[in-house]
């Protein structure tokens, strides 16, 4: 229990540990014996002042601990840390804008092979760590850290405002006792410069509430940014014209047109696209040129879209060289075989029983028919599937189509797509709790000022009063009681506000692709003894750990599922963040786990297809154990199931 010397009253006492108990072990009250002296070095490692930047770093307190006072100066020096870091990523911001529009000056450049290679590894490695820098994403953990920064500048002024105000009452009360009817002007104003000095100090510990104020403001025009995905149009909505920069200069940018289409129909026409022109068609012999009996051959398609090809195609050598006595030359982009020349080719695939596929070039387009030369197609005369196959390099490299159409850096901007879906959503719109953070915040500053206000009233007015009064200060012991009671419930109030907000956003912002699914071992003994234990992290999408150092009251959501054995003690780690639970049988087999966090599986994404994430364990009898690693494997097209009946859930 608290243990300061001129607090008696027991319910004061109690409320005081129940804010300590809220508060944590690094918060002390001041003046109170049972917890002097405290660790100042523990102070700086405090969990709620641990806050998380775009791109990992972590910032906390760095207050000398010989200097450190209370929990206030590590607040105070991370406060300090964090300004120059809000501030630097505010000007940031305009600079990957730039970033972005090189990215999709480089999608429209027309150089294939190596540099379609490039761009791939570009979009697949280096640009989601690059997105994840944009406010939809990186403002996830901004706004956790700063409710959290909130939670302890909160949770610090409880833990001063009772023992000091307890305190004003305590020596008011023996300045009433010391001071009799024949006290003089100059003892009473000794007594009013002691207590006026105490409120002075109350200031002075209360004060860290408005140091966060302004980094507040650049926080919140932080989180009501947009942003999007290179080579993708963006939203097309006038208010974001108003809040797309932080960076007020006026441009001439069309607020219709926020980002660059380095793909659309104009550019990348729909005929040319992955799958686009293919089907069922007749094969039959055809007369080309001087080419000898059954060497050409005509595919009668019935395609709509195939006379739209007609003024791509260009395959000059096999259109030619059946007519002359030596082959033709034909510029061929470096890097590529023979076969990439082409424009356009075409796989046949025979619909009888052999089920022979050949793919050629194309060497003419009239109609709805297309003529292939290849004496090899003899055997497929008939019904045939067939499908074009636009040489995508060699169309790159005429100036066809732009680099952003080729087929796998598409497929690359659909993997982003669907990994970053909330990136063109401000955490405003996101997290409609965020929405009035300042305005709730400015709120409490108000408040309390104002009831700091009466405070000072009471003791720079007549608290002295009247001296005949018995006892003397009655009224004003009343009034200073009832405003600790106003200020301990609005504060209180704005803490369970904090906590519910904080609740309703790690609900919404795990990322089911960023989040891992592990377990310890993948051997274990079927004596119901031995344990396998399973390993949650949910993440963010930016790669962030949403549950790591979390207020009390604050928790995740996570559902665990198996085939075989018994899932028993999940739990949370706090200062790692993990969701652990246990996994055993008492028989032999085989455990497949998944995981939910916030109702979505824990998933992979590959060449654009999701899978759910499985971790497996077997159980055997008598096994020699080899050493422990984590393992994790993605299911390969799996269905999330969560209804079956073979499945033991454990919900977290």
Not at 41 to 48: A, F, H, P, V
Not at 88 to 97: D, F
Not at 453 to 471: A, F, M, W, Y
Not at 519 to 536: R, S, Y
Request: glycine share 6%; hydrophobic share 40%.
């Amino acid at each position: 229990m608290a243990n300061i010397h001129f607090i008696k009253d027991e319910k004061t006492i109690a409320i005081l540990q129940t804010i300590l108990d809220l508060a944590g072990p690094n918060f002390i009250a001041p003046y109170d014996a049972a917890l002097q002296p405290f660790n100042a070095n523990n102070l700086n490692q405090e969990t709620l002042i641990q806050y998380v930047v775009p791109g990992g770093t972590s910032l906390q307190g760095y207050s000398e601990p010989s200097m450190t006072e209370s929990m206030g100066s590590a607040i105070n020096s991370m406060l300090t840390v964090l300004a120059p870091v809000i501030s630097a990523y505010g000007l940031i911001l305009p600079i990957l804008g730039v970033i972005r529009g090189i990215i999709e000056v480089l999608c429209a450049m027309m150089n294939p092979f190596a540099v379609v290679r490039a761009v791939i590894r570009l979009f697949k490695k280096w640009i989601p760590p690059f997105i994840s820098l944009f406010p939809p994403l990186a403002g996830v953990i901004i706004i956790i850290s700063t409710i959290k920064a909130i939670l302890a500048i909160v949770f610090f002024i409880l833990t001063v405002v009772v023992p000091t105000l307890q305190l004003i009452i305590a020596n008011i009360k023996t300045l009433a006792g010391a001071f009799g009817g024949d006290s003089n002007k100059q003892t009473r104003d000794a007594g009013k410069e002691k207590l006026t000095t105490m409120l002075a100090e109350l200031l002075n510990q209360t004060g860290v509430m408005g140091a966060l104020l302004p980094l507040l403001e650049i926080i919140m025009l932080i989180l009501n940014l947009v942003a999007g995905l290179p080579c993708k149009k963006g939203k097309s909505r006038k208010a974001d014209c108003d809040t797309s920069s932080l960076v007020k200069v006026k441009s001439k940018h069309n607020c219709d047109d926020n980002d660059a289409d380095c793909c659309n129909d104009k550019v990348c026409p729909p005929e040319l696209r992955r799958h686009a022109v293919k089907g069922r068609g007749t094969l039959i012999p055809s007369i080309f040129g001087e080419a000898p009996p059954f060497f050409a051959y005509k595919l009668h398609t019935g395609n709509s879209l195939v006379p739209k090809l007609k003024k791509y195609n260009q395959s000059m050598s096999d259109q030619l060289n059946p007519q002359l006595d030596e082959e033709i030359d034909e510029g061929c982009p470096p890097g590529g075989d023979d076969d990439d020349c082409p424009n356009l080719r075409i796989r046949i695939e025979s619909r009888r029983g052999n089920s022979r596929r050949v793919t050629r070039a194309i060497a003419k387009v009239r109609g709805q028919v297309i003529t292939i030369m290849s004496p090899s197609l003899i055997r497929m005369i008939g019904a045939v599937n067939y499908e074009v196959l636009p040489n995508y390099e060699s169309l790159v490299m005429r100036n066809i189509i732009g680099l952003a159409c080729h087929p796998d850096i598409e497929l690359a901007k659909e993997e982003l797509a669907i990994k970053y879906a909330t990136i063109e959503t401000p955490i405003v719109e996101r997290f409609p709790e965020t929405a009035d953070l300042l305005d709730r915040y400015v709120g409490l500053n108000n408040n309390f000022n104002s009831l700091i206000g009466e405070l000072s009233n009471q003791i720079s007015g007549d608290v002295i009063g009247v001296v005949n009064k018995d006892p003397p200060y009655d009224d004003n012991i009343n009034a200073i009681t009832d405003i600790q009671d106003r200020m301990l419930a609005l504060l209180n109030g704005f803490a369970n506000d904090m906590i519910s907000k904080l609740n309703g956003i790690v609900a919404k912002a795990s990322n089911r692709f960023d989040s891992e699914l592990e377990v310890d071992k993948n051997l274990a003994k079927a004596n119901g003894q031995d344990i396998a234990t399973i390993i949650v992290t949910p993440r963010d999408a930016t790669g962030s750990v949403l549950t790591q150092n979390l207020p009390d009251g604050v928790d995740i959501n996570v559902e665990l599922f198996t085939d075989f054995g018994i899932i028993s003690n999940q739990r949370r780690v706090n200062s790692t963040g993990q969701v652990l639970a246990d996994l055993k049988s008492a028989t032999p087999g085989v455990a497949t786990i998944r995981a939910k966090i916030n109702s979505e599986f824990i998933s992979d994404l590959n060449d654009g297809v999701e899978s759910v994430v499985e971790a497996e364990v077997r159980f055997v009898a008598d096994a020699t154990l080899p050493q422990r690693r984590l393992v994790s494997t993605p299911a390969a097209g799996a269905k999330a199931q969560t209804g079956s009946n073979s499945e033991r859930e454990t919900k977290g």
